[in-house]
């Protein structure tokens, strides 16, 4: 019996913001399934490196990227970098890259709410655009998939310039499948509900514990429920799936509120 094929084999995959909890489970996700990963981060360089080495010692290829992605000409270079470590080929980009502080609307600052912006939203427009010209000149066109929220569509207190950030997300992922679409590139989006990391219970135990009783599955996300939901936008499995926002909350909006 022949040995089951793995979802992204022969895929080359940048993962911006790798060097957090969710980017690393993304990044994780896409070397198990056989792709080669280029883990870009900004300043948690150590983190990053600790996963390319883990999928290293796995016996995958994984390398390691800087830039700011408030800078386009920064994007465009951790684009072509990626691709040229992928031997020409970049298939697979996952917009995973992104800030989310704590600001009152009243009290924000067109400074704070622009820095929110640059990140979020500028740098997927840039990382995009820029892979969208490599992967339209390779044959099988590629894939891109933007990190979203559900805050796209349920904005929480204090986070207006995120919310707003990644109700723009989802939809430059639908604009860009129309347009990037004859390209040979499809574009989807993913949004995750919350998503457990190290202290999380520790430093908002009340939030944590209304989100256990509002989710009908009971629990926080993991960053591989995220990882899982790019592996299968970025597989074959999704060949006619563009333009979607893909949810993964563990049912949490599917509750009524009122």
Not at 45 to 54: H, I, S
Not at 116 to 145: I, S, W, Y
Not at 186 to 191: D, G
Request: aromatic share 4%.
């Amino acid at each position: 019996m022949n040995p089951p094929t793995r979802l992204l084999d022969g895929q080359v995959a940048l993962v911006t913001g790798a060097g957090g909890g969710i980017g690393r489970g993304i990044a994780r996700r896409f070397a198990e399934e056989g792709a080669a990963v280029a883990l870009h981060c900004r300043t948690a360089v150590a983190a990053a490196r600790q996963v390319a080495e883990r999928i290293r010692d796995g016996g995958g290829a994984a390398t390691v990227l800087r830039a700011d992605l408030t800078d386009e000409d920064a994007c465009r270079r951790v684009v072509a970098e990626a691709a040229e470590w992928g031997g020409g080929r970049l298939t697979a980009l996952v917009n995973n890259a992104g800030v989310q502080p704590l600001r009152e609307l009243p009290g924000m600052t067109a400074t704070e709410w622009r820095t929110v912006l640059d990140t979020n939203l500028t740098g997927v427009f840039a990382c995009t655009q820029a892979a969208a010209e490599v992967m339209r000149a390779q044959e099988g066109g590629g894939t891109v998939t933007h990190i979203a929220s559900i805050e796209a569509g349920a904005p929480a207190p204090a986070h207006a310039h995120y919310s707003a950030s990644k109700a723009a997300v989802v939809m430059h992922a639908r604009s860009a499948a129309l347009e990037y679409g004859p390209w040979g590139v499809r574009v989807n989006s993913v949004s995750p509900g919350l998503v457990d990391r190290e202290g999380l219970a520790e430093s908002w135990p009340e939030g944590v514990r209304r989100w256990r009783r509002a989710t009908p599955t009971g629990r926080l996300g993991r960053p591989e429920d995220v990882g899982d939901a790019c592996v299968f936008l970025a597989s074959r499995l999704a060949s006619w799936v563009t333009g979607h926002d893909l949810v993964v909350d563990g049912g949490v909006t599917a509750r009524p509120s009122w």
